[in-house]
């Protein structure tokens, strides 16, 4: 019988191989940095592409990235679970050529149910830039291959 | 003294000239479809880029459309708003190819802040993939050029 | 075979007595005024006993009241519906003597899960106080009786 | 010159001030078991005219506990801060009898704004009963008195 040194190694495991899959992180240039259970870690660096109207980090790049935290963190256990429901406050702006982190972690579980919270924040001044709540239910019968 | 002819063409003026300077929008293929104070309707077709690790459309870009729909409906009447918070549930999968179609229409307005409801369809069967509601404030002294 | 002459009328039997084994609503004197399938409204006046240390309505009697106009509204189908989670916005405060109307209206239906809008306000001068959110989701296997 | 030995002791006064006038919390019982910068404690046993139609506690209850503790814990710097909106998840029900303890800790704050945590918990066996963010602003040029 092998015991698994790290316990956090299946919960690695499994979310690098849904980032693998995960083309909207692929395509945005989305890295994830790292992985525990019930936690995540993401990371981008923001483009020209991403502005909205008045100039600013569109607000739907903000909420992706904390939501991809979450979907990180929420699917560290074993069984797939997809976002229900999520609501974010926006807090400062990001500009072009920001590197933004949103770190997820879980905040409660009960049965199929998890609430997570996740926020995204420039490293360079260490600001705040939005504060995310997500929750998750689990599919039942499915796990991530 | 020259009557309006239209009362929603200075929102429409305003509406458009924000798309025309949204990158995101210009880059995701987001159409800005139609425009009426405090209303407006947004158009996306889903691309393969948009996909999420379980391949489904990545939650993130549902958000996004949303978002668009209410940013150009706070952003009628004349005074820059923008997003303050939003929250977001997901009720039904989006596919690659999917054409999705956000509508935003203002709940309340008072003082500087509103509160938008948008609701994301998929019009080939009709059905709705989310339900959003965002809080929008102006911020004072600025106007959209 | 007798055809009901009133397609609402289950519902409001199922609301009405609902309300009437509500130890909340019979202690606040909250009234159920109306309800349809997928819609309800009750009417409450603000006591002394509901102020904050502001000297205004508590905001959880506000969302209180839309609460229990959302609990009205999504038990108007036969199952047993609860709430599985809200958010609230409160746009003005309300004061002792306020006679104050919440209306839940259905947004989105999809199997068990409901989503619901509720809006509080003060009837007298027809402002509102505050907009509210809910999901709900149906207990399976139980009805009201 | 006197130095406060306890940099917490004018958050307490404030939040003890607060919640004297409180006439809400003096009804229903909710006593203030602590309070620091940011951070606030309350708990209520809950009573038979707290049920709702399906004889559990009403979530009008579980959210006013949480938003009583949130009021608190934003109200510890001095100028007077008022909630703007706030979202709660039902995780299990509470009973006649059972007391419950609400604590709520600052998230982020920025500017005028700030974003507050508040978990209800059921301590006779530690489980969590609601799930709660709210968002406070402060209101310009006034302090508690």
Redesign the interface.
């Known amino acids: 019988m092998v015991i698994d040194p790290d316990p956090s190694s299946a919960s690695r495991s499994q979310a690098h191989?849904?980032?693998?899959?995960?083309?909207?992180?692929q395509?945005l240039g989305i890295a994830l940095t790292d992985v525990a259970p019930g936690w995540a870690s993401v990371e981008m660096r923001v483009t020209?592409?991403?502005?909205?109207?008045?100039?600013k980090t569109?607000?739907?790049?903000l909420?992706?990235?904390a939501?991809?935290a979450f979907?990180y963190a929420c699917?560290t256990y074993g069984p797939?679970a997809?976002?229900?429901?999520?609501?974010?406050?926006?807090?400062?702006p990001a500009e072009v050529g920001d590197v933004l982190v949103a770190e997820a972690e879980e905040?409660?579980r009960?049965g199929l149910?998890g609430?997570y919270?996740a926020?995204v924040r420039r490293p360079s001044d260490d600001v705040?830039v939005a504060?995310f709540?997500g929750?998750s239910v689990i599919l039942p019968g499915r796990r991530t291959p």
């Open positions: 191989a849904l980032h693998a899959r995960d083309l909207t992180c395509t020209k592409s991403m502005m909205n109207g008045h100039g569109h607000g739907g790049y909420f992706l990235l939501d991809a979907a699917n797939v997809v976002a229900q429901s999520a609501q974010v406050a926006f807090l400062r905040r409660s009960i149910h609430i919270d926020t705040v504060e709540r929750h």
